[in-house]
């Protein structure tokens, strides 16, 4: 069959019309496809910009079915889950991103990194952890050891605690000395609870060559001492204690004087411990010295003049309470005495709390860390009505 070289040339510019089309075709669709995408994409971000979450998250989903290749997107998406609490939605998106084998290293990395504060912000630490880890040695190194560090706090696995505040702080990010100190002074608190003697004083030990002028170690050491009944020890750890943190001492002032009358059941070599307290209070005077001091001097008489002094400097209503009670009783009816003492006592109450500097959180016992924000040591160690 002969080939006719009519029909090619006919061929050839029918062919070529309808390519034409097809690309014009292809690519109004794509300008469309373009203009829609971040049309949706900024209506997400009004919206979002607005409060108006419920309504932003469909906007964003829109511009994702409309350009589902765009990373940003889903990013913002998945942002916007984690903060409306949808952990598992926002899971769902940041795993899509990993799963696609077209993305560059630095969103994969960084796709990583929200799926670990997905994981985070929904309590799946274990899943955190694991996320978090995978994150070493890319861009986000530091931000994954620093949550990898509360996520260790959280659990109170205080050894791997201290392996990555060393890390971080080898890495220069900071200085951690303080939190380890911290650290190693919970897992000496764990062993005394196992009465694993041994290792409470090597725990100890790794706390004050952490952070040398940390004064809780000093606080452990000396309680420590105590309960052996080794009250020169106690004596020595404290007055060491008295003299780099006198505010601290105040946690420890009354256990400080009980050690003092124990170590001389005499009574007479209480006299250096008063004359120590004497001068820390002149500098810092709180209710906590004077009652450390009417354990070492109980005479009436001097309690009163004591209580009578503070009250002239530093009215206080402990102090007031604490002085009705050892004003001699032929100067006021006992019933109106015990009345009056119980109503300032029940209005001085809420003044016998610590309060967190950071966060306000307040407490009647003294914390290292406060239980409501976690940060440590912002707990000043007096009671607000001393501060």
Known sequence: MDFDLQWLLLGLPLTFALGWLASRLDLRQWKREQKDSPKAYYKGLNLLLNEQ???????????VQQDPDTSDLHFALGNLFRRRGEFERAVRVHEHLLNRADLPRTERDRAQHALAQDFMKAGLFDRAEAAYRALEGTAFDTEARLALLTLHERSRDWRAAVDVAQKLEHRGTGSF??????????????????????EADSALKHAREAAPQAARPLVLAGQRAARRGDHAEVLSLWGVLRVAHPAAFNLVAREYAQSALASEPGGGGTAAASEKLRELYAHTPTMDLLEALALLDPAPAHQRARLLDHLRNHPTLSVAKALITQTDAASFDSAETKALGDAIGRAAKPLHRYRCAACGFETQHYFWQCPGCLNWDSY????LEDL
């Open 53 to 63: 979450h419920d309504k932003a998250i469909d906007a964003f989903i829109e511009a």
């Open 177 to 198: 000395a303080s939190r380890i100190s911290h650290y190693w002074c919970e897992i000496a608190l764990e062993a005394d609870a196992k009465q694993q003697s041994d």
């Open 380 to 383: 000043p160690p007096q009671r």
